[in-house]
């Protein structure tokens, strides 16, 4: 089993703190996580944003 390295636990709470900051808005906007996707997808913002840093 290969071991998890700095960078990739670090990408992989990127991913983890989008999907679930997609899904909160999401829930809070009461549209699917598909829908939310698409819309912030749409404007760029997920990579603007959420992966910024």
């Known amino acids: 089993m290969p071991q998890i390295t700095t960078t990739t636990a670090d990408d992989y709470n990127k991913v983890h703190f989008a999907v679930m900051a997609i899904e909160a808005s999401a829930k809070q ?4 996580g598909k829908v939310m996707y698409d819309r912030l ?6 990579h603007r944003r ?3 840093y």
């Open 29 to 32: 906007q009461q549209v699917s």
């Open 41 to 46: 997808k749409a404007q760029d913002l997920i």
């Open 50 to 52: 959420l992966f910024q």
